[in-house]
């Protein structure tokens, strides 16, 4: 039987991260990582061939190793803004991690194409090779770390939870990019779905020369969208994303309740949405560019009849309409959720006896969550000590429900502000948007803290609001 200190399930991005910290902090401890995928990355194995990260690659991936190509985009509808890593990078990067910086420490295993199968009481777990006989038991000497709390789900491999007829031509995103091989090209284009991807899937139909009016899109709710001006990492962008946080604090001060809080903050563009007109019912952490949000204005044939049931030749079926699109229409299937909804609530504190179930701490940054908990885990002695600074922040799925994610996130910021261990890991953390650079701003005394300044006004003055709200969005979320 092999034996772990640590076994990690999922080489995805919170797993290789929580790894990363974790065999950094303590220089003896043995980790085991097992993945059904062949290679590191989790989900972006699987992601369309245009998928991006949606926010600068500065604060994306793990601790010990930065993203090769940060240079900002001087073309294209994210002008002027950190060029946004593909989903390619993403890959390439978590492999150089695994190789250049997890093994060599000659204290991690790496099981690719392994199904974990559960651990007993005895912390003994069992591991299947996929494509094997040969099921291992590993034992767990310390801890279990479960890194797939957040069961991504991208459109090639998700279940549709609607019907389609036999004759329909429906495919994930990813195919686009095959369409070359065919002879006759889709006279029409129906994106099914709401999120990021369908953003994304419209922002490349139409980079790609199709006529807007050639595109139809079902989409079911509106969403609130980061302004990604204000999310750019580093010293010349403090007081930017300074504005939009100080702006998040006094609109707490005025708002009734988290929709009204967006509806303040789109007021000045710190949240943007495809259309005006219309009161967004979602809002999943996504950040745009004004440039895409432009873009994808011009489709202006937008279904708002709920969510498709069925798809026939032709026809697009909703619980209470139906809607006739030319016959030989695309339909792109975005639909799958990302983080499905029922994933979405917490699920057990983080450390917790032999197991660790990694969550947000600030939510919806997973990856610097992931390198804080092992950093924690290090630093504290007791599962008490260390849930006292990780609080496990809830993913929300409404403007409504938001509020409790960033008061659970504030709450938590503020816990670790009496952490001299933790202040001292934040100040070195690439993960943390702040961290480094606040650090060096203030060895050399910048006047750029002025900015900081201000925000720590704004929460002396508003954080209360904050709470109102937040209590009030935890009902809210609970309930959905
Ligand atoms: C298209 C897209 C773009 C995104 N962009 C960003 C972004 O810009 N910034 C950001 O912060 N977040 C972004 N996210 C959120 C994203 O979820 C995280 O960044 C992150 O990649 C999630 O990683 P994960 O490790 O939690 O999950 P996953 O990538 O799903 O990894 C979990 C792994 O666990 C494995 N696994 C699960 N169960 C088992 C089992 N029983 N046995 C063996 N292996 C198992 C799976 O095979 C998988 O590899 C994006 C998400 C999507 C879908």
Not at 275 to 283: N, R
Request: glycine fraction near 8%; charge should be negative; include cysteine.
């Amino acid at each position: 039987m092999d034996e772990t200190d640590y076994l990690i399930v999922g080489a995805g991005a919170v797993g290789l991260a929580f790894a990363d910290t974790l065999v950094a902090e303590d220089p003896e401890c043995t980790v085991t990582i097992v993945d059904r995928h062949a290679k590191p990355g989790g989900h972006w194995n699987d992601a369309y061939g245009f998928v991006a990260l949606h926010q600068p690659s500065a604060n994306y991936g793990v601790n010990s190793l930065a993203f090769p190509n940060e240079h900002i985009d001087t073309h294209g509808p994210n002008m002027g803004l950190f060029a946004l890593a593909s989903g390619a990078e993403v890959l390439a990067y978590f492999e150089t991690v695994v190789n250049s910086r997890l093994l060599p420490t000659g204290r991690v295993t790496y099981l690719a194409s392994h199904e974990f199968g559960g651990m007993d009481e005895d912390r003994k777990a069992t591991v299947r090779p996929l494509f094997s006989d040969e099921e291992k038991t590993i034992k767990a000497g310390r801890k279990l770390v479960d890194a797939t709390f957040y069961q991504t789900s991208v459109p090639s491999t998700h279940n549709r939870n609607f019907e389609v007829a036999e004759s329909v031509d429906i495919v994930p995103p990813g195919a686009l990019l095959e369409l070359w091989k065919r002879d006759d090209q889709p006279e029409h284009f129906v994106i099914l779905g709401a999120g990021k991807t369908a953003m994304d899937t419209g922002v490349w139909l139409i980079q790609n020369g199709v006529a807007p009016e050639d595109i139809s899109w079902v989409r079911p709710r509106e969403s609130w969208l980061w302004n990604r001006k204000y999310t750019q990492p580093g010293a010349d962008n403090l007081e930017t994303s300074m504005a939009m946080q100080i702006a998040l604090l006094e609109a707490a001060g005025k708002a009734q309740d988290g929709a009204e809080l967006m509806r303040i903050l789109g007021e000045d563009d710190f949240y943007l949405r495809i259309d005006e007109s219309v009161e967004p019912e979602m809002f999943h952490f996504a950040t745009i560019s004004q440039g895409e949000v432009d873009v994808l204005r011009r489709i202006t044939n937008v279904i708002r009849e709920g969510r498709v049931t069925a798809i026939e030749q032709g026809r697009l079926v909703f619980a209470d309409a139906e809607v006739e699109v030319p016959r030989d229409s695309l339909f792109i299937d975005c639909t799958a959720s990302a983080v499905p909804l029922e994933t979405r609530r917490t699920k057990r504190p983080i450390f917790d006896g032999d197991t660790i179930t990694l969550q947000p701490l600030h939510v919806p940054v997973v990856t610097f969550s992931a390198a804080l908990a092992a950093f924690i885990e290090t630093a504290f002695e007791t599962d008490e000590e260390k849930n006292r600074f990780a609080t496990p922040g809830p993913l929300t799925d409404t403007p409504t429900a938001f509020p409790y994610a960033q008061m659970v996130t504030m709450m938590n910021r503020g816990a670790w502000s009496q952490s001299p261990e933790i202040g001292k890991f934040l100040s070195q953390s690439r993960l943390d948007f702040g961290g480094p650079t606040l650090a060096k701003l203030v060895a050399e005394g910048s006047p750029k803290l002025a900015a900081l300044g201000k925000f720590q006004q704004a929460i002396a003055k508003h954080m209360p609001d904050m709470i109102r709200l937040g209590l009030a969005a935890k009902a809210v979320h609970e309930g959905q």
